[in-house]
């Protein structure tokens, strides 16, 4: 099923899981022993093992590959976003302008939500306390629950600490639900669809990205009476390009498959009140399972499941990534449920959002700068090679305090290493303004092509 294609085939085809298959509400005793003796076994063979010199060789490899991770250490400042403090190693400060954030609309300083959060601290404290079953349940989050099943127009939603782990735990716990389960999963599926469904146990097919009749060739090949399911993501967050949502609605109903979308990038930002794009399309109550989060668009933390009541209540029950785990403090709760609600009717914000983005594509397309653009809000400029995005990501930070993440393999495929600009309905005109001209210096400056890249 390999196709070559995507920066994330090797974790789709790799074998084996990482932690085994693990049951529902597997007992804990049940794991323990076997646990233990994989780690009697490891000291044994581990006495000869040079776990140093191991881990210097694997980091030494990210450095070869020019692709070692540097983390920037940034300060937010309230009220003041994208405007922030870069704290250099030497423990020196500047001041920047974040051009990479996923926080896409500034909700993360919205006065209601920081208001909803201040409100939850002062009436309720800190942490949970719990996991959701013993003693974490709070009206907060029964109330976060309400608001997103309302919003994406189904009879139940389901909190998760990340959306990361609700696509993890969801695809994972399927085909204990639905025995023999089939899953068809877009070969650009981001990492946490991918794990959920490589570690499940059950039957996968990748098909090529967005190509429905890859995908049709798959479920037509094989037996008409498994149950199915079809996995794949409204806004790829790379590239900016949209899933085939309908064309994917219509194969499930033809073939009886269940469909499971990842709308982490769109939720907030699409559709007349920020459902995302299968709201935009008016396709949301033909999608089985909406997976979002809270911590993009919505500017806060967690991530979630909406579908039928009864979906969510045997994943409530069965997803070990679900149970045992402390659920999200109930400020982050409040937090986001304030800034679910406001979006709601924000559409200004969305318009404002959308308008950022063309104009940045626009200007930056004017210079001859090689992009993609597929008319969503993301702007990946393409730069080809992982020492010169390195560069030019430093460049930008260390002479004009712009921070923008080079974003290199595996996230992206080798040779279209990138900058990914997110810009917000909080960028003002004179930030966008030195950006352009940063960007035009740096890239004569470098001698880089200026060829045009098409959506
Ligand atoms: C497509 C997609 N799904 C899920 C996630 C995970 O979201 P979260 O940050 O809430 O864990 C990401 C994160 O970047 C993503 O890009």
């Known amino acids: 099923m390999h196709n070559g294609r995507g920066p994330f085939n090797e974790a789709h085809d790799s074998p084996g899981t990482r932690h085994g298959a693990v049951g529902a509400v597997t007992p804990d ?88 959060m201040h409100e939850a601290i002062d009436a309720t404290g800190a942490g949970s306390g719990g996991t959701r079953n013993i003693s974490g349940t709070t009206v907060y989050h029964k109330r976060l629950e309400a608001e997103l099943a309302d919003l994406h127009g189904k009879e139940a939603a389901l909190l998760f600490t990340s959306a990361y782990i609700a696509n993890d735990a969801t695809l994972s716990t399927l085909p204990k639900l639905f025995p023999g389960l089939i899953i068809y999963s877009d070969a650009l599926n981001h990492a946490s669809m991918i794990e959920g469904v490589r570690r499940n146990g059950g039957a996968k097919r990748i098909f090529r990205h967005n190509d429905v009749g890859h995908l049709r060739e798959l479920m037509a090949a094989d037996d008409p009476a498994a149950p199915k399911l079809i996995a794949f993501e409204s806004v790829y967050s790379m590239d900016g390009d949209f899933g085939p ?3 994917i609605c219509d194969l ?70 679900f149970i045992f785990t402390t659920s999200l403090p109930p ?37 001859g700068l090689p992009m993609i653009d597929h008319g969503s809000h993301i702007v990946p400029v393409i730069v080809g090679d992982p020492v010169h ?25 080798r040779g279209t290493e990138r900058l990914r600009f997110t810009p917000s309905p909080v960028h003002g005109p004179d930030e966008m303004d030195r950006l352009v001209r940063a960007m035009d210096e740096l890239w004569s400056q470098c001698a880089l092509n200026r060829a045009e890249l098409t959506g």
């Open 389 to 413: 995005t390195k560069q030019l990501s430093d460049m930008l930070l260390e002479g004009y305090g712009i921070y923008v993440q080079p974003i290199n393999f595996p996230t992206v495929p």
């Open 252 to 321: 499930a109903d033809e073939f009886g498959a269940l469909s499971y979308i990842d709308e982490v990038h769109a939720v907030g930002l699409y559709g007349p009140r920020g459902a995302g794009v299968a709201e935009r399309d008016r396709l949301m109550h033909r999608l089985d399972i909406i997976n979002g989060t809270l911590a993009k668009g919505f500017g806060v933390m967690g991530g979630y499941i909406a579908a039928s009541a009864k979906m969510c209540d045997a994943i409530r029950s069965y997803a070990p990534g």
């Open 245 to 247: 949502i309908e064309a």
């Open 29 to 116: 005793r049940e794991r323990e022993t076997p646990r233990e003796d994989a780690a009697a076994r490891t000291a044994k063979e581990g006495k000869d093992v040079d776990y140093t010199a191991k881990l210097d060789d694997a980091i030494a490899r990210l450095h070869e590959e020019g692709r070692y991770r540097t983390f920037i250490d940034i300060e937010r400042k309230r009220g003041q976003f994208p405007h922030a403090t870069r704290r250099r190693t030497d423990g020196t400060e500047r001041p920047i302008t974040v051009w990479c954030g996923n926080d896409y609309l500034g909700m993360g300083q919205h006065p209601v939500v920081l208001a909803a």
């Open 331 to 367: 400020a982050v709760a409040a937090g986001a449920a304030a800034s679910v609600a406001h979006l709601k009717r924000d559409h200004a914000r969305r318009e404002k959002h959308q308008t950022q983005a063309k104009i940045l594509k626009t200007r930056l397309k004017g210079m």
